[in-house]
């Protein structure tokens, strides 16, 4: 640009000195030429939208790590989540209670959990947190032993308490009633965990356990698709799970790719990528890190681990889905501003130049309408900073 703007600054130099102008209005139009044309606005229309937009994903949980990145955003049609750890929170949860005829909740939760606390298994824990955070604190277990594979079983507040299998409380002669039955049957089609709780002789509650979705997944789908991205649920865990998981979040049974060994992750992006798709991979364990490296855009969990923040191209400080979504807003939405500022800093120089090289620009105006266009730039960059994140 500044080569062909020189050129053109001595050509009408020349061109008014050939028509007898004289020499100050031949350097007067050359130098107009000059002004109008510094390229303050070119240089300062891709830094400045990008210093404000990477500020601003800053204050938002989203950290974009280089200008190609908003590139990528633009491209992108197809987005793979990983399940646990990102639609999921990742840790087993304490979902349902189911009561036999009679029982109460907070006493099921309290013997139950009471004993589950003394036990070490991520399960057990799950009970114990759930039934803390609804009754309080737990009275301690009497006699408490752990039974590998089935269970648990102690004294609580003078009751024989058995938590674990059905095939525990079966060991003690023990059967579920028939609603119970129902109820864990669908459980477990549904990839849950059911674990029975019995005592002084007596089956009273199924409890329900699983990785529970995120608050936020559901909502978060909903706005990717309305960005145009096509969402596809990608984990190890077995079909059932992951379908229960879809349905949760509303994704298509036939947008899951579930039971998928974790270094094949890196091949269903690349397979993916044969089709034709331009493919973002959302994930957050050492497992997603050749996935979210092959992507054309990964987008790694904050909370997740260091391997996986590396290979991205974006970080979710917050850790959920909707700061993906403000992701790939903000992204869009810097990349737009670059090419607004670009479109109107060429403009500029299009309109103006012709007018300088015929004489119709006095210098003084042309240093104002040049700083002009360059506060221009700065103005409309600074509009990204009533950017807002998604509701």
């Excluded at 049609?77 to 399940?83: A, F, P, S």
């Excluded at 604190?137 to 039974?147: G, V, W």
């Amino acid at each position: 640009f500044v080569p062909v703007v020189i050129v053109l600054a001595l050509a009408t130099l020349g061109f008014w000195v050939a028509t007898g102008e004289g020499w100050t209005a031949a350097f007067t139009a050359a130098v107009s030429v000059l002004i109008i044309a510094c390229p303050c606005a070119l240089g300062l229309a891709t830094p400045t939208a990008l210093m404000v937009g990477t500020g601003r994903g800053a204050q938002l949980g989203v950290l974009i790590k280089g200008p190609e990145v908003l590139e990528s955003t633009r491209k992108i049609d197809t987005i793979v989540l990983d399940k646990t750890g990102t639609v999921t929170t990742g840790k087993m949860t304490l979902l349902g209670v189911h009561l036999a005829e009679g029982e109460t909740e907070d006493e099921v939760l309290r013997l139950a959990g009471a004993l589950e606390h003394a036990s070490e298994h991520p399960i057990a824990q799950a009970v114990a947190a759930g039934a803390t955070e609804k009754v309080g604190a737990l009275p301690a277990p009497e006699d408490f032993a752990n039974i590998a594979g089935l269970g648990v079983q102690g004294i609580v507040e003078g009751h024989a308490v058995l938590v674990g299998r059905e095939k525990l409380l079966a060991e003690w002669a023990l059967s579920l009633p028939t609603e119970l039955r129902q109820v864990k049957a669908a459980a477990e089609a549904a990839g849950r965990t059911a674990i029975c709780v019995a005592w002084d002789g007596q089956a009273r509650a199924v409890l329900e356990v699983a990785d529970a979705v995120k608050p936020t997944s559901a909502e978060a789908l909903t706005r990717l698709r309305a960005l145009g991205l096509t969402p596809i649920l990608l984990t190890g865990d077995n079909k059932a799970v992951a379908e229960a998981v879809a349905a949760e979040v509303g994704i298509a049974p036939s947008d899951v790719i579930a039971e998928v060994m974790p270094e094949d992750k890196v091949d269903v992006v690349k397979r993916l990528q044969a089709e034709g798709r331009s493919v973002a991979m959302v994930g957050d364990g050492v497992n997603d890190a050749a996935a979210l490296a092959q992507a054309d855009l990964g987008l790694a969990m904050g909370t997740g681990t260091d391997a996986a923040i590396e290979a991205g191209d974006l970080t979710l400080v917050r850790g959920d889905l909707l700061a993906a979504v403000d992701a790939i807003r903000l992204a869009r939405k810097t990349l737009g501003t670059i090419k607004s500022n670009l479109f109107w800093a060429f403009g500029y120089n299009v309109a103006a130049l012709p007018l300088a090289a015929a004489g119709l620009l006095n210098p003084m105006i042309a240093g104002a309408a040049m700083a002009f266009s360059s506060v221009f730039v700065v103005g409309n960059s600074l509009r990204l900073r009533r950017f807002r994140r998604a509701n």
